[in-house]
């Protein structure tokens, strides 16, 4: 039999302030796993930029440990080699963002009211490497305050002596110790391999494709900038386009065939092509994603 008395009364006032509290304290409890949740998302993001780029080491003599890349941007230049710079008149543009990266030997000097004068960042293929050395005193003592980030495969890049590239820029490192040289590591060049078989659904060895200097330069991008003005970069529809215009397939290298022409031979290569216009493709889909915009010529995904 229910008692009636003030201590039943007591009992119901209390069960109630209990279910009505539930569900409080259950708010709090979500909220401070919320909280601890974020806290930790944010000490990995520390711990993750304090120990860099892992997929980028440090060419240096004495092999004095692994340093990574460690460098990030709020906002990014990626200057094409492309000669759709001729003419831009984009330097002072370019040189006032706070990174500018640049690909293989693309000079400045002559060139600096269309592609500006400042290089953060220069990535380079192994097969640009000697007319790096070759101008040594240009890229390596008057651009001392570059960044090299340097892509090969593993026969030219191998660090145990049988690297004919690595040992090239390792002498370099030793002849300039305050160079700030980077090799792109094997395990990198094959998360790079793994991203184009990803996007293209084609492996790129069994089609025998290169990855472009240019590739290399977007993953890059994408890794240290927060947003990215991609210069020079034609879209991957423009050289099947009646009206197209025809420029050099460099800036600095007038001579040389035509851009679209030289695109239009690597996309079919059997052997050793670049899928250049393949991978202005993948671009486009990535800036959908990420904060990439590409001018002169102007262009959206």
């Not at 094409?80 to 400045?108: F, H, K, W, Y």
């Not at 890229?139 to 340097?150: I, M």
């Amino acid at each position: 039999m229910p008692s009636g008395g003030p201590g039943g009364c007591r009992s119901q006032s209390l069960r109630r302030w209990i279910c009505l509290l539930s569900p409080s304290l259950l708010l709090l409890l979500w909220f401070g796993l919320v909280i601890m949740r974020d806290d930790a998302s944010h000490a990995a993001a520390v711990i993750a930029h304090s120990s860099g780029l892992r997929g980028y080491t440090r060419i240096s003599p004495g092999g004095k440990g692994q340093q990574f890349l460690d460098m990030h941007c709020n906002q990014c230049a990626l200057v094409s080699s492309s000669g759709q710079m001729l003419g831009a008149g984009a330097g002072e543009e370019i040189d006032r963002i706070g990174c500018v990266i640049r690909m293989n030997n693309a000079p400045t000097t002559g060139f600096e009211r269309d592609v500006g004068s400042r290089t953060s960042v220069r990535v380079v293929s192994h097969t640009s490497v000697p007319l790096l050395v070759k101008h040594e005193g240009r890229y390596f003592q008057q651009l001392a305050d570059t960044t090299y980030v340097f892509w090969g495969p593993d026969r030219n890049m191998r660090q145990d002596g049988k690297g004919q590239v690595f040992n090239v820029l390792l002498r370099m490192a030793v002849k300039y110790p305050d160079l700030r040289l980077y090799a792109v590591t094997r395990n990198k060049i094959q998360h790079c391999d793994g991203v184009f078989q990803n996007e293209t659904g084609k492996n790129r060895m069994k089609t025998g494709a290169y990855l472009s200097t240019g590739f290399f330069a977007m993953i890059l991008a994408l890794e240290m900038c927060d947003s990215i003005s991609v210069y020079g970069m034609i879209d991957n529809n423009y050289c099947s386009r009646a009206n197209h215009s025809v420029v050099p397939y460099h800036y600095y290298e007038q001579n040389q065939i035509n851009e679209c022409r030289m695109y239009k031979f690597h996309e079919h290569a059997q052997h050793g092509g670049h899928r250049f216009i393949t991978e202005k493709a993948i671009y486009a889909k990535w800036a959908k994603r990420h904060k990439i915009n590409f001018k002169h010529p102007s262009w959206s995904p």
